[in-house]
C-alpha cells in the first residue's frame, strides 16, 4: 500500500479536489512528531471560504482514519500518522519480494536519451576531470535505466583537431618506439610537450604540424595511419581504466566521425542566413544573446569543435530520436554547449531544448603528493591503483583473516573514489584527501561499503527469516526512521533523474547506512528481548542490505559480502 495515495485518497474524499491534486499538495513533515505526511490546508481557504485552520480540524473529524495511528491538526495542517505496524510490513515485504528490483519502475519506457559522457582526447592523459565526467555519466546511465529509460552510451573521444598534425610531427623527430608501445600516453605526452618547447625555438615547427593536419584531413595514407595507430593505443590504455572502474559504451564516435558529416551542417547554417564573415572566419553571431560568435569555420577554411558538435547533436537526433540529450562535461565549457545549443534553434531545431549541459566542478588535491607523480598530470589509473593498495592496507589492519583480500580491496578502493566524485553537488568542486576517503566512518564509501557487509554478515549468522513476522515489534523510533528511509528509495531516484544529479542518491545511501548503524547501535538483534522480535528486527536488516546494495549500483559500485 502506499500511504501518501492513501492520505490523497480520505482527504479527497472529502473536498472537492482529486486525487492527484491532493497528492500534488501532500508534504513531508520536517520533524517525526509532525507526523508522516501533512496536508496543508491553505489552498482550500477560498473555495471553501474559511480559514485554512477551521478547516484542518474539520476535516480531521471527518475523515476515515483507518490505516493510520492518528490524525491531527496543528494549525493550517493535517497531519496524519502512519500505523507503524502495517507501514513496516508493506515496505519491508515490498523491498525483500522485489529484491534487486526495488526501486526500480518503468516510468521511462519507450524514451531514448542520448547520453555522452567521459570522452577523453587520444593520445592525452585520462585525467581526473574525465574520471568526473565518467563517474557522473555512469551512474545517470544506471539511475535513468532503473526507471526504464533506454539510455544510449556515447564516448565522444576527442580524436580530431590541429593537435594531431603538432603530434605527427613530433612522432617523426623524437619518439621511442618502445616507450610508445608500453606506456603510450606517457611517451606521446612526452613528444608532445616537446614539440612545444621546440616549437618556442623554431616556429617552423607550427608550419610544418599544420601541414601534416592539412594532409590527415585531406586523407593522406602516411597521416592516416599514424593517427589511427595513435587512436588505438590510446583507447588500448583507456579501455583499462573503463575495465577497472566496469563503465561500458555502445558508441565510440568521437569527433572524426563527424569529419563527414559537417559540410552539410554548414550548408544547412548559411541555407538559414545564419553565416556571417567575420575577419575571414565564418561565424553564427549570438550578440542577441549575450555570447560571442559560435566559430564554424576558421579563416584557413578548417572546421573546429563547435562545428563537430554541431554536426554530433543532429546526427543524435536524427539517429536516436531522442527525449533528451545530455552532456556530462566540465563546467568551464558552459558557454561552449550554450552557444551550440543556441545555434541549434536558431537552425530551427525545436528539440535543442532537450539537450542538456550536465556541468561539474573541478578537482583539487590536498595530498600534495598526489599532483607530482608522473611529471604534472595525474593518471587515473595511478589515483586507482593507489587506493586500492591502501584500502588493503586497511583491510590487513582490520581483518587479517579475510579470504578474498584483494577482491575487497579492489572494489572497495574504486568505490570510494567513485563515491568522493558522486557525493556532493557535481557542480561543486572536490577537494581529494586519502584520509578522508578511505575512512571506514563518515560519509565515504568504505562506511556504506562497511554498512551493508555487517549486515550481512547478521544475516549469514542467525540466518534470513522466511516466515511471516510480526511487525509490531519494530516501533522504536530507530526502526520506524530507518524503515520510512527505506520507503523512500524511489523517490531519491525519481528526484535525481529530475535533477539529473547523482549525488541524491548517495545522500540517500547515506542516510540509509546512518539509519541502520542507529539502529543497530541501540537495538540489539542477537539479544534482542525476545524472538519475535529478532526475527522481525532481522527483516530489517535484510531490506536494509537489499536498499543499500541497490543504491550503490545506481552509482555503480559494487557492494561487497564480507570485509
Ligand atoms: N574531449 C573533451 C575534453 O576532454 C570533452 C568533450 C565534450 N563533449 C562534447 N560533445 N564537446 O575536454
Known amino acids: 500500500m502506499d500511504f501518501k495515495k492513501l492520505v490523497a485518497e480520505r482527504i479527497s474524499e472529502n473536498i472537492e479536489l482529486p486525487i492527484e491534486k491532493v497528492e500534488e499538495f501532500i508534504e513531508i513533515p520536517p520533524k517525526a512528531d509532525m507526523g508522516d505526511f501533512a496536508f496543508p490546508c491553505f489552498q482550500l481557504a477560498k473555495t471553501l471560504r474559511k480559514s485554512p485552520n477551521a478547516i484542518a480540524s474539520e476535516l480531521k473529524e471527518k475523515i476515515n482514519k483507518d490505516g493510520f495511528e492518528k490524525i491531527e491538526s496543528l494549525g493550517p495542517y493535517l497531519n496524519f500518522f502512519v500505523d507503524k505496524e502495517v507501514f513496516a510490513k508493506n515496505t519491508l515485504e515490498k523491498v525483500i519480494s522485489e529484491g534487486e528490483k526495488y526501486g526500480h519502475t518503468n516510468v521511462g519506457e519507450g524514451k531514448n536519451v542520448a547520453l555522452e559522457y567521459s570522452s577523453p582526447n587520444i593520445a592525452k592523459p585520462f585525467h581526473v576531470g574525465h574520471l568526473f565526467s565518467t563517474a557522473i555519466g555512469n551512474s545517470l546511465y544506471k539511475i535513468m535505466s532503473s526507471q526504464g529509460y533506454n539510455c544510449i552510451r556515447l564516448n565522444h573521444l576527442g580524436d580530431w583537431g590541429t593537435q594531431f598534425g603538432k603530434l605527427i610531427s613530433a612522432y617523426k623527430r623524437w619518439v621511442d618506439e618502445e616507450a610508445l608501445e608500453k606506456e603510450t600516453i606517457k611517451e606521446l605526452l612526452r613528444i608532445y610537450v616537446k614539440f612545444h618547447d621546440e616549437a618556442e625555438k623554431d616556429p617552423s615547427l607550427e608550419e610544418e604540424g599544420r601541414r601534416y593536419f592539412k594532409n590527415l584531413e585531406e586523407g593522406s595514407e602516411e597521416e ?5 595507430r595513435f587512436k588505438e593505443l590510446s583507447l588500448k590504455e583507456f579501455d583499462r581504466v573503463y575495465k577497472m572502474l566496469n563503465v561500458e559504451f555502445d558508441y565510440y564516435n568521437g569527433e ?3 569529419g563527414d558529416k559537417m559540410d552539410a551542417v554548414v550548408e544547412e547554417i548559411d541555407k538559414k542566413g545564419l553565416l556571417t564573415d567575420s575577419n575571414g572566419a565564418k561565424v553564427v553571431m549570438l550578440d542577441d544573446y549575450n555570447m560571442p560568435p559560435c566559430i564554424i569555420k576558421k579563416s584557413d577554411g578548417a572546421t573546429i569543435y563547435a562545428t563537430r558538435d554541431l554536426a554530433a547533436a543532429i546526427y543524435r537526433k536524427n539517429t536516436y530520436d531522442f527525449y533528451k540529450s545530455i552532456y556530462v562535461v566540465g563546467l568551464e565549457q558552459s558557454l ?6 543556441t545555434t541549434l534553434k536558431l537552425m530551427g531545431h525545436e528539440w ?10 573541478l578537482v583539487r588535491f590536498s595530498d600534495k603528493k598526489l599532483s607530482t607523480r608522473r611529471g604534472e598530470v595525474i593518471f587515473l589509473e595511478d589515483l586507482l591503483k593507489e587506493s586500492i593498495d591502501k584500502t588493503m592496507e586497511v583491510i590487513k589492519e582490520k581483518n587479517a583473516e579475510l579470504e578474498n583480500k584483494e577482491e575487497v580491496a579492489e572494489k572497495v578502493g574504486i568505490g570510494a573514489v567513485v563515491f568522493t566524485y558522486l557525493k556532493n553537488n557535481r557542480e561543486r568542486d572536490i577537494v581529494f584527501s586519502w584520509n578522508e576517503m578511505l575512512s571506514f566512518d563518515g560519509e565515504t564509501g568504505p562506511y556504506i561499503q562497511y554498512s551493508y557487509a555487517r549486515g550481512k554478515s547478521i544475516l549469514r549468522k542467525l540466518g534470513t527469516v522466511c516466515e511471516e513476522v510480526d511487525y509490531s ?5 530507530e526502526e520506524f526512521e530507518l524503515i520510512k528511509t527505506l520507503e523512500g528509495f524511489n523517490n531519491a531516484i525519481t528526484y535525481s533523474i529530475d535533477k539529473l544529479e547523482p549525488s541524491i542518491v548517495t ?3 547515506i542516510d540509509v547506512a546512518k539509519g541502520f548503524n542507529k539502529f543497530y547501535n541501540l537495538h540489539s538483534i542477537i539479544n ?3 524472538e519475535e522480535t529478532k526475527k522481525a528486527r532481522l527483516k530489517l536488516v535484510e531490506a536494509t542490505c537489499i536498499v543499500i546494495k541497490n543504491a550503490l549500483a545506481l552509482l555503480g559500485i559494487e557492494a561487497v559480502e564480507k570485509m
Do not use: M
Not at 592516416?224 to 589511427?228: D, G, N, P, S
Not at 561552449?336 to 545549443?341: L, P, R, S, T
Not at 515489534?473 to 523510533?477: P, R, V
Open 224 to 228: 592516416t595511419k599514424l593517427w589511427e
Open 528 to 530: 534482542a528481548e525476545d
Open 473 to 477: 515489534k519494530l516501533s522504536s523510533k
Open 507 to 509: 545522500r540517500y545511501v
Open 256 to 258: 572524426s566521425f563527424y
Open 336 to 341: 561552449h554547449f550554450k552557444q551550440i545549443f
Open 352 to 361: 535543442a531544448d532537450d539537450c542538456k549541459h550536465i556541468g561539474f566542478g
